[in-house]
């Protein structure tokens, strides 16, 4: 699995909000990541948490402004400026977002976001009135054309106990964002990535379809790696209830249908496709406008045979030989390299994906997987037992590995 976080130094300054628990929530995050977070508070701030709070699940120093006139001096803001990889403030207030706009620096952490030269992201949080302001409001817009990022506000109650548009987003979601502004720089910069995920459905009446097993997981861990790397993303996924990664271009569908015209569209600019989903060979020829009412005897259903998207693809890209990479998988029960490498060739792949979905600790529905990766040239690599995000990381080190040459 890719670790776009791991030993980014990443300076999160905190300011005088009730949302200043998410911020503790955010900070332990990024640490449990692996990123090496320090942390600065306001005055205000620390009228809400403590400093003793971060330090403890960063296990770095956590600075306010006792420290700007302390033994490290008027420095200590061009030194933390200096190292930081990225500058997050969460929560930022009116009155921070006011300053930072203004070029004002009067404490230690506008003084060090003056002083920052790297990418930024900032979270507002404060009431609805104050945050349609008309100053509050020109202040935001100066900071965007600096290129600074804003996440949310998002809507719902507040401090004063009105509910509106001022609350600060989540701290799951403000990682995503800070994972995408990390990562935006990576080796696949400038790539497109088309990413199947989940089942399909294929209706039989109002009330009940024909489908399978299949989670998603894989897929929207595939999405996330391809992120991690730099790349733009499409999910196109089935119906699965899995949180989006941030950052990716999701497309819902629900039968093999929808998914062939989705895939179809998408991979006209795409670099590569990924073939995750789990897509049903058969749906019902007749869809019943009603409830199939339980009846004395049996009940037979007449299938026909789904889209071949594999094939339709392979189709295409002979075409406009797009995209440059093709990449399938293979769910079997049995003769697995012999199955797997017959599909690869019969749909031109560059690569395919095949694990036994027998295996209690592998395939649908588990949080863990173990593939074997087959490629064109007879090549064979059997991975060990692995997370399915750390499957995603090793396919996508090949699919880069594959593009490069095709680039060469």
């Known amino acids: 699995m890719t670790a776009p976080l791991k030993n980014n130094r990443i300076l999160l300054g905190v300011t005088g ?34 400093a003793l709070t971060f330090q403890s699940v960063t296990g770095r120093p956590a600075y306010t402004d006792s420290n700007l006139w302390g033994a490290e001096g008027h420095v200590l803001h061009v030194g933390l400026a200096q190292e930081a990889g990225i500058l997050v403030i969460a929560p930022i207030t009116a009155n921070t977002i006011a300053k930072i706009a203004c070029g004002i620096a009067d404490n230690l952490l506008t003084l060090t976001a003056l002083a920052a030269g790297c990418p930024a992201l900032i979270a507002p949080a404060m009431d609805a009135g104050m945050y349609f302001n008309p100053a ?55 790539r497109k990535f088309v990413i199947t995920a989940g089942p399909t459905r294929e209706p039989i009446d109002p009330v009940r379809f024909i489908s399978n097993f299949s989670s998603g997981k894989q897929g929207f861990a595939l999405a996330q790696s391809a992120l991690d790397k730099g790349a733009r993303v499409t999910l196109i ?24 015209t ?13 073939m ?10 007749e869809v019943m406008n009603n409830k199939i009412k339980k009846g004395a005897g049996s009940l037979s259903l007449d299938l ?8 339709n693809v392979a189709e295409l890209r002979r075409k406009i030989q797009k995209p440059a990479v093709c990449v399938g998988f293979a769910a079997e029960s049995q003769n697995l390299k012999e199955n797997a490498t017959a599909k690869m ?59 490069s040459q095709e680039s060469g």
Request: aromatic share 4%.
């Open 136 to 190: 509050t409001r020109s202040n935001l817009e100066i900071l965007k054309k600096r290129g600074v990022v804003m996440v949310g506000p998002t809507e719902g109650h507040l401090a004063s106990g009105l509910t509106g548009l001022g609350r600060m987003v989540e701290a799951d979601l403000l990682f995503g964002h800070i994972r995408l502004l990390v990562s935006s720089e990576g080796i696949l910069k400038g």
């Open 237 to 260: 996924s089935g119906p699965v209830a899995i949180p989006t990664p941030v950052g990716a271009n999701r497309i819902d569908v629900h039968t093999a249908q929808e998914m062939n």
């Open 17 to 50: 909000s009730i949302a200043c628990y998410k911020a503790a929530d955010l900070a332990s995050k990024l640490h449990q990541s692996g990123a090496l977070v320090d942390v600065i508070l306001t005055q205000a701030a620390e009228q809400f948490i403590s």
């Open 276 to 285: 995750a989903a789990a897509v049903a060979d058969y749906s019902p020829k």
């Open 345 to 403: 060739l019969q749909k031109d792949l560059d690569l395919i994906v095949a694990n036994d979905v027998t295996a209690p600790d592998s395939g649908f529905n588990v949080d863990t997987n173990r593939v074997t990766l087959l490629y064109p040239d007879g090549r064979s690599e059997n991975l060990p037992l692995m997370s399915k995000f750390e499957v995603a990381g090793s396919v996508m080190e090949r699919i880069t590995g594959i593009l």
């Open 304 to 311: 026909k045979t789904n889209p071949d998207i594999l094939g």
């Open 262 to 274: 989705a895939v179809l569209a998408e991979i006209q600019d795409a670099d590569a496709l990924v």
